[in-house]
């Protein structure tokens, strides 16, 4: 039998099993106990920040950049509440967060006190201090509220697992008297190891894909959402090289392919596009593999996507969609693999690799810096391993002419597209990617405002 | 039959014929078009602030300050959900809100479109546009989504007067596409005029009163934040004057007492009180009619208010209980109406009219200023019709020692103690009272800080 711990170690120890070094967030009155169990575990480091709303904006960033749960750490309702925008931007672009509220403590959940910063009783009605979490639950995949000791580390396993596996946020209501409670260890020898559900219909999905690149001409690789925050970029890369196809992202897919490779196209954002791109992908191409799809509108050029089903090939972390026709619960990680078991390691001899034209701009970058030249000033410093971020706003869209160097991640809220997020982010990066192998530098180049 | 107007309008119109004559937020792409119509309705104003919420703070605090609504409009997920903190303060100290949300087209919703700021698809599965109204719910007393123009002018009205009747926040979605809808002006000419039932046991807590006040020797009115809310000072005043009552307030009651008056006895908060407060109420007093009840931790001494059932009888919004029985949904106003109709407008002679003896401090006001000096200092500034307001923190227990003058608003939030609340409330004021008789001047004083 193992010896217990307290179950506010028990949480960090798990967070930190996953990798995740740095806790984001606002101390108050019903968190307090529990912070003090971040410094339980060593290599662990708390982050606090100015409010909870940039807190939870962080640890979305955080998420991002280290591809493990950005985890923030705030207070009953007062605290909780603030954050919720951020936490809902992590939901709508598939960010996987960890949401830990310190709660009021059990009894006066049970007797309904009228503790500072709960619900109004309703005249003679009690109070109920759990209605705060009805406002949570609609944002994230799953929350969990630990009550009982006996229960709490299996609750705990079960939200990391799941937000990991899907990449949404989820939520974990302690009550402020369970932090000292001493729980079982027994679970922290087991690895947390989220997989999707292998389902039979992968290898009809693969050996779809694996016809259509024998036989295609102009095969087109397309990036999206998905393919980035399931980091699909190794087997992006892995079949642009064997097909020789041309590899193209939307904006929400950058960092999910190379784009330093000769293969790559450009960002697609439907009519928007820099000039021959959607030409590449919409007109000459004879088949398309989409991975990750997202047709959100400032992600499509305003929904002006025009690429027809009779010669695309969507796969995703849910489904994938076959000429047309659906398979619910697919998994592209799944699907890729098996393609890339059986794809021809040499490039097939039919295929045209000439480089698709694009007028990829080249202004003079002389005098004053306009929204014109902006993004290729920004070009210029940026160095392998660079994280870019991008405010929502005019430069998000000028982004899509920010050549990025190597193993470089960029990244903007384009479907939530909440004004704010950019900035509380810029205190992640160098955090969270310290030890990154290429980073050759980590510092901070700040741009917020709009330019004419 | 009437001409109809926009949506917008009516919306706007209504709310000012209740005296609203300014409307709070931030603007966004899915409330500009509604925000245009706050233009058409002579006597409303603009009131852009930096954030939502700093927007519903602001709101909260002109409800406060002005005793009709305080109006907040933010745009659809991004702006509402960050306004969510300030809406739950609103809600758990029972202040009168109206939050307006700018949403998402009606097309858009119906068609799951991957509109910016909406809800991600599960795979295969739509998104639903109305997951966000779900996070508000819990935390007002109401809430209508416009969705029809035959149903809207009512559905306005029907918000408007719930927030009025129950001072607790409403929240009224409106598609974007409805804004410029035409809709009927029939109800403009019908006056929105919230009132509390009348219950029929209302004349037996009254008569309870009455007898009461009849045989105290040493008779106690202590006022709470349902007396400042639903404004019960006038009612207040008249009984100390009729009864020889002295008169106290804890911290949220504080602004439905008159403080110049010579029969105010001070601050009550439990066995925090200063020497002599508690006393006078617990000990020596034989009858305390505490107007609008709100036993909280910060509120009560950390719930140490010690006062026995035998000699209370408690009035309240929402109820009453005289000497330990409950009467459910019996309205203070009515009652105290009833017990001012027959209460003698001669104090009996019976009555210990002494003054009860009360340490109030009085330090010397040389040198720096220091934690204990500092109420007494600001107490120096303030003038006739002023408004304070402290935020969250320790000043909020020293404010106890501020004289109020005559016809000052105090508040702060002592019950949901959002750190943060205060600052944004410092452009209020003069907005929201301009036009106050009693006030000599619009300046603000403002003090954040801790001091030693």
């Known amino acids: 039998m193992s010896a217990d711990i307290p179950l506010g170690t028990y949480l960090f120890k798990r967070l930190n099993q996953v990798g995740i070094e740095h806790i984001f967030g606002v101390p108050g009155d019903f968190n307090l106990k529990l912070l ?183 095969p087109v690789v397309l990036n999206d959402l998905f393919a980035t925050r399931f980091n699909m970029k190794e087997r992006t890369m892995q079949i642009l090289e064997r097909t020789g196809a041309y590899g193209y992202c939307t904006f929400l897919g950058r960092s999910s392919i190379e784009e330093t490779h000769p293969q790559f196209g450009g960002v697609y954002n439907g009519q928007v596009s820099l000039k021959g791109v959607s030409k590449a992908i919409e007109e000459d191409s004879d088949f398309i593999l989409n991975i990750g799809a997202h047709v959100s509108d400032f992600n499509s050029g305003g929904m002006s996507r025009t690429i027809d089903d009779s010669k695309l090939i969507i796969v995703h972390a849910f489904y994938a969609r076959v000429f047309g026709k659906n398979y619910d619960n697919v998994f592209f990680g799944h699907v890729l693999d098996r393609v890339l078991q059986q794809l021809p390691v040499k490039v097939p001899a039919h295929v045209d690799t000439s480089k698709p034209k694009v007028d990829f701009p080249n202004p003079e970058l002389k005098g004053k810096i306009t929204q014109l030249t902006l993004p290729h000033v920004i070009s210029k410093f940026l160095t392998p391993g660079d994280t870019l971020i991008a405010e929502t706003g005019t430069f998000q869209y000028g982004s899509r002419c920010c050549s990025l160097p190597k193993d470089a991640l960029y990244f903007a809220q384009y479907y939530y597209s909440s004004i704010g997020f950019a900035l509380p982010l810029l205190s992640v990066p160098p955090w969270a990617r310290l030890s990154h192998p290429i980073r050759t530098s980590v510092s901070t180049l700040l741009r917020v405002t709009d330019l004419p």
């Not at 575990?41 to 950005?70: F, H, I, M, Q």
């Open 36 to 218: 003090d169990h971040v410094y339980n575990v060593e290599g662990l480091k708390w982050v606090g920040t100015c409010n909870e709303l940039n807190g939870a904006y962080a640890a979305d960033g955080y998420a991002r950049e280290s591809g493990v749960p950005g985890v923030i750490v705030t207070t009953y309702a007062v605290g909780e509440l603030s954050a919720l925008n951020g936490i809902s931007g992590a939901n709508a672009e598939n960010v996987p967060v960890i949401h830990i509220v310190g709660q009021s403590p059990r009894f006066a959940q049970d007797e309904h006190v009228l503790l500072h910063h709960s619900p109004a009783p309703h005249g003679l009605r009690p109070n109920d201090h759990s209605d705060y979490e009805k406002a949570s639950e609609p944002l994230c995949c799953t929350t969990e509220k630990l009550w009982d000791p006996k229960k709490a580390p299996e609750q705990i396993d079960n939200l990391i697992y799941k937000v990991m596996q899907l990449k949404e946020p989820g939520t974990l209501f302690v009550p402020a008297d369970m932090v000292s409670l001493p729980v079982s260890t027994a679970n922290l020898s087991k690895k947390i190891a989220p997989a999707m559900p292998f389902h039979p219909s992968t290898d009809e999905v693969a050996q779809a894909i694996l016809d259509a690149f024998a036989k295609a001409k102009r």
